[in-house]
């Protein structure tokens, strides 16, 4: 039972210098207790992201124990042994426990299982008010065995016509492979997940030392998404993204042989979905990690994902982004408008929808253009959109429907009509973001009379921004992403 003991070590993960790795030990609880005892072991076996790691069936190894007791919540030690000699040839581990030190030797440096990670529990006895106590650590200390880095792969999953209609998107994917071509690992380009996840299989020679002999450390994956949906085509030579869901991604059958497995993406892999808004959900990125083999983390923003030229150099940014529709060809909405569309349009988002009305005239107020090599902080775009021309919204009508008094009905009276007739192809919510205009003309040598009507439509999306900033050395500055800020992405559990 833990419930009288309670300790951490601090940092999570180690790397080996020189041979030798540091840590820290703290007690949360309890303040006073005797008979202390603790062991450190060298484990094969531990739970991460809720699954069992098995490197192999040994038990696991006593490499070290301190004895003390605790007064006014400081260890003091009284004794030490160390079960392994002090070989100066073997890694050693130093945990400061309160200023008390236990240097223990690492077994095993050469067993080809550890990978690049010796992984270190510990367990602690003592006495706490006169009752035994014990506690065991939940994870463990992960020590990097090694000075080779693991390799950083980043795939730019689409191109300029993944989303035509959206200028503000168009140079994405051409941003993104400028700003990855010399942070990355591989060469390739694989935009499917399928393909992905055979790359990341592939076990010929040289491969295998693309990534030093060690799994893949960080898997960036530049794609489209939403705070709920992740775009990326699923099979190799698919011409169009997927739309998966966090369910859909999960039945979804890659046709590969499986997914990567531990000497390929391990618990210590990071996946990063450079997509937008993505680490706003959470069961997709438990999606996604399940999919490569489920021992990874998966990171995601919580915001936009984008990539700017400024001053010349491409970076990488997150930003806010409001996107709404008008029907017509319009132009921007007063600000008043713009806050009572958005505030309507966002609530219940995850982030947005505790916006108060003082921080909606905040972004209503941006007024900066729109342009793709300004490096302005805030901007807003304005641009027509035609309906989409694979829907052709026409209907065969019979005259009473499309006329009165022997004249054509007013096109008010077409767009009531048109909006029930084409429901089945258009719904009528995506029907009511546009501004028809219609044309009817009879059929010929049709008896009775049949009508064609025929539309087409326009709307005017408009879009505003705001990249993340702070404020360094009195300036306003863009905020650099960084997966491990949980206030900036999101990750798996």
Request: one cysteine or more; proline letters at 6%.
């Amino acid at each position: 039972m833990a419930g009288g003991i309670n300790a951490y070590t601090s940092p999570g993960v180690l790397q080996l210098v020189n041979k030798s790795a540091k840590a820290k030990m703290q007690f949360t609880k309890p303040r006073d207790a005797s008979n202390i005892l603790i062991e450190f072991f060298e484990t094969d076996s531990w739970i991460s992201n809720g699954k069992t790691i098995t490197e192999s069936n040994s038990p696991r190894k006593l490499i070290g124990t301190i004895g003390g007791l605790i007064q006014r919540g400081v260890f003091n030690q009284t004794s030490q042994v160390l079960p392994f000699p002090n070989d100066p040839v073997k890694a050693l581990l130093t945990v400061d426990i309160d200023g008390e030190l236990i240097t223990m030797p690492m077994p095993n440096v050469d067993n080809e299982k550890e990978l690049d990670f010796f992984e270190v529990t510990f367990r602690i006895t003592g006495l706490v008010k006169g009752i035994s106590e014990v506690y065991e650590s939940p994870t463990p200390l992960f020590v990097r065995r090694t000075a080779t880095p693991r390799a950083e792969l980043a795939f730019i999953a689409g191109d300029r016509n993944d989303f035509p209609d959206d200028p503000s998107t168009i140079q994405y994917f051409a941003l993104a492979a400028e700003f990855w071509s010399n942070l990355r690992d591989n060469k390739s380009n694989e935009r499917s997940l399928a393909g992905i996840i055979n790359f990341l299989r592939e076990e010929d020679e040289k491969m295998v030392r693309a990534r030093n002999g060690l799994p893949w450390g960080r898997i960036n994956i530049v794609s489209h998404g939403n705070d709920s949906t992740w775009f990326i085509r699923s099979h190799v030579g698919d011409a169009d993204d997927a739309v998966f869901t966090a369910e859909s991604l999960k039945q979804e059958d890659l046709g590969v042989l499986g997914p990567p497995r531990r000497k390929e993406v391990d618990e210590h892999t990071e996946i990063i979905i450079r997509g937008c808004e993505i680490g706003n959900d959470v069961q997709l990125l438990n999606a996604i990690r399940d999919k490569f083999g489920g021992l990874a983390t998966v990171f995601a923003p919580k915001f936009e994902n984008t990539y700017r030229r400024e001053s010349g150099v491409v970076r990488d940014r997150l930003h806010q982004d409001w996107v709404f529709s008008l029907p017509g060809a319009r132009d921007f909405p007063d600000q008043g408008q713009i806050v009572s569309i958005l505030k309507q349009k966002y609530a219940g988002h995850p982030i947005y929808g505790a916006f108060k009305d003082a921080d909606w005239q905040a972004v209503a107020a941006i007024t900066a253009p729109f342009g793709g090599g300004v490096p302005a902080f805030r901007q807003r775009l304005r641009f027509r959109r035609p309906s989409d021309p694979s829907d052709t919204v026409s209907a065969e009508c019979d005259q009473d429907e499309v006329m009165t008094g022997g004249k054509i009905k007013s096109q008010a009276d077409l767009t009531t009509l048109m909006r029930k007739r084409v429901e089945d192809l258009i719904p009528p919510k995506e029907f009511d973001r546009f501004s028809w205009t219609w044309t009817v003309r009879q059929q010929k040598g049709s008896k009775p009379p049949v009508f064609i009507v025929a539309g087409s439509g326009v709307r005017t999306s408009c879009e505003i921004y705001r990249v993340l900033t702070k404020q360094e050395n009195g300036q306003t500055v863009p905020v650099t992403p960084n997966h491990l800020d949980p206030g900036q992405f999101g990750r798996s559990t």
